[in-house]
């Protein structure tokens, strides 16, 4: 009967600790696409978009060359999206990237000409942190944020960076 008990406490603890390390896994992938882009207003572009909803929805826009992707930029509109060239990239071929100077556009309710200091709050208390002090980068698992400027922010980048490229050059 004791080794009985003892085998069935072993086994409870086993999936307790199996279940734990489900949980903390799940929990520590950072943020995902979805959430991002419930909380980005870019006038209906998203990230994980096809090249050519954005065309059909925007135009063609300038087509800028890169390294691992190229740009359109929407000169009117104050925004570049970047669109990922690599096949191996989870975003190929889709909105990899956004640059914002437009005030009408927002992540996290964070927009160019707010207080530089609020956007950074806001953009931490949604689960990212600073990748360093000196730097007005935040992450948040494969995705980035960075706002430039002094007192108001002059623009906003978001960014996906693919966790299984980050060493890649191009």
Do not use: C
């Amino acid at each position: 009967m004791k080794k009985r008990n003892f085998l069935l406490l072993l086994s409870s603890a086993l999936i307790l600790t199996v279940l734990i390390l489900i949980f903390w896994h799940f929990q520590n992938q950072g943020i995902h696409l979805k959430q991002i882009n419930d909380h980005l207003d870019a006038g209906g572009i998203q990230l994980g978009m096809l090249e050519s909803e954005v065309i059909r929805l925007w135009g063609p826009g300038e087509y800028l060359y890169g390294m691992g992707g190229h740009l359109r930029d929407y000169k009117d509109k104050n925004i570049r999206v970047g669109f990922s060239d690599d096949s191996d990239n989870d975003l190929y071929q889709k909105v990899s990237s956004l640059e914002i100077s437009n005030s009408d556009f927002s992540i996290f309710s964070v927009k160019v000409g707010d207080d530089w200091k609020a956007g950074a709050d806001k953009i931490l208390s949604k689960g990212f942190k600073a990748v360093d002090n000196s730097n007005p980068i935040f992450v948040n698992g494969e995705y980035f944020i960075s706002i430039t400027g002094q007192e108001k922010i002059e623009s906003i980048k978001i960014w996906f960076a693919d966790k299984d490229l980050r060493d890649r050059v191009y």
